[in-house]
């Protein structure tokens, strides 16, 4: 019998309503929510509440203990799901993703409506990751996310819906596969993986939206706070609002490394234009164009470069 180990760090999914009507993230424990679910019969599956909180709440160094948990307490176990808040589930996924070096099924899932709302999604969605997290076909594909039947790829999964039951996608690239009725079917698999050894130590990444007539004082700051690196949000291709620039340049200048990604749902930052502020530009200054990394992911990519050994050019280059 598949044995899968389920930890609960709290969100939607383990939500309940207080005395005012309003939900508090986190107020079922994992073993109070397995036992308002349908566990599957032919899986053991084994409960640890972890980090009861919503997700805006969580940390890096409470991944980093959930991590330890998968490396040193789950020797037994076939395969892991997270019970994870939505807001922040994409980061973390993607953070274990390239920080856990496991082939087992690691599986992120959460829900949109907490358990008491009607038609609540936590239920399902958490018997679908326990499902998919016992499968074989799943070995291999990384840290996923389990959300509405479909399962995601932590690289490019992101939360397209404030509230709605389908609340994750993968623009441009879909889901890996389905659950339908508790059968998991794999489709597709990730060709491309990266892996870091973290060290304990606390790094400051900042990202920054450039937007039309924006201003530098956001970078400014930055640099005044003496920031470990900062990712900026451009345009298109990378282009940033000329205003910007000196800024970028003033960082790069004091070592602090700054990323350039774009705000399109898909395509990748490229040295296309040549004027001020385009990603050219950015890059004979010294910045790094971030690939097809979304903001957030491409945060996460520098801060585990800036925690590890790895050289943060070599981690965005190819991408």
Do not use: W
């Given at each position: 019998?598949?044995?899968?180990?389920?930890?609960?760090t709290g969100g939607t999914i383990a939500s309940k309503e207080n005395d005012e009507g309003r939900l508090e993230a986190g107020a079922y424990s994992?073993?109070?929510?397995?036992?308002?679910?349908g566990l599957p019969n032919d899986i053991k599956v084994i409960i640890r509440s972890s980090h009861q909180k919503p997700?805006?709440?969580?940390?890096?160094?409470?991944?980093?203990?959930?991590?330890?948990?998968?490396?040193?307490?789950?020797?037994?176990?076939d395969g892991f799901v997270i019970t994870h808040g939505t807001d922040t589930l994409e980061e973390s996924a993607f953070y274990l993703d390239i920080t856990l070096h496991d082939e087992r099924p690691v599986v992120f899932t959460g829900s949109q409506r907490s358990p008491d709302d009607l038609g609540s999604d936590a239920y399902i969605n958490l018997r679908h990751a326990i499902h998919a997290a016992a499968s074989d076909q799943m070995s291999g594909t990384g840290v996923t996310?389990?959300?509405?039947?479909?399962?995601?790829?932590?690289?490019?999964?992101?939360?397209?819906?404030?509230?709605?039951?389908?609340?994750?996608?993968?623009?441009?690239?879909?889901?890996?596969?389905?659950?339908?009725?508790?059968?998991v079917s794999v489709f597709q698999?990730?060709?491309?993986?990266?892996?870091?050894?973290?060290?304990?130590?606390?790094?400051?990444?900042e990202l920054i939206k450039s937007t039309m007539a924006s201003s530098g004082m956001f970078i400014e700051a930055c640099i005044k706070e003496q920031v470990d690196g900062i990712v900026v949000e451009g345009y298109g291709r990378g282009q940033v609002d000329p205003v910007m620039i000196?800024?970028?340049?003033?960082?790069?200048?004091?070592?602090?490394?700054?990323?350039?990604?774009?705000?399109?749902?898909?395509?990748?930052?490229?040295p296309v234009y040549d004027y001020p502020g385009s990603a050219y530009h950015l890059q004979t200054?010294?910045?790094?164009?971030?690939?097809?990394?979304?903001?957030k992911k491409a945060r996460i990519v520098l801060i585990c470069a800036l925690r590890s050994e790895t050289g943060i050019r070599d981690s965005f280059n190819g991408q």
């Open positions: 019998m598949k044995q899968v180990l389920v930890i609960s994992g073993e109070e929510l397995a036992l308002k679910t997700s805006s709440h969580m940390r890096f160094e409470d991944l980093d203990e959930i991590r330890a948990i998968i490396e040193k307490e789950g020797s037994k176990m996310v389990v959300f509405n039947e479909r399962i995601f790829a932590a690289k490019y999964v992101k939360k397209e819906h404030a509230s709605n039951i389908q609340g994750f996608n993968a623009f441009g690239f879909g889901y890996l596969g389905i659950i339908d009725h508790d059968n698999k990730p060709v491309q993986k990266q892996f870091y050894t973290v060290k304990d130590q606390p790094v400051q990444v000196a800024g970028i340049e003033k960082a790069l200048e004091q070592n602090i490394p700054v990323v350039i990604t774009t705000s399109s749902e898909e395509g990748a930052v490229y200054c010294g910045a790094i164009l971030g690939g097809d990394y979304d903001a």
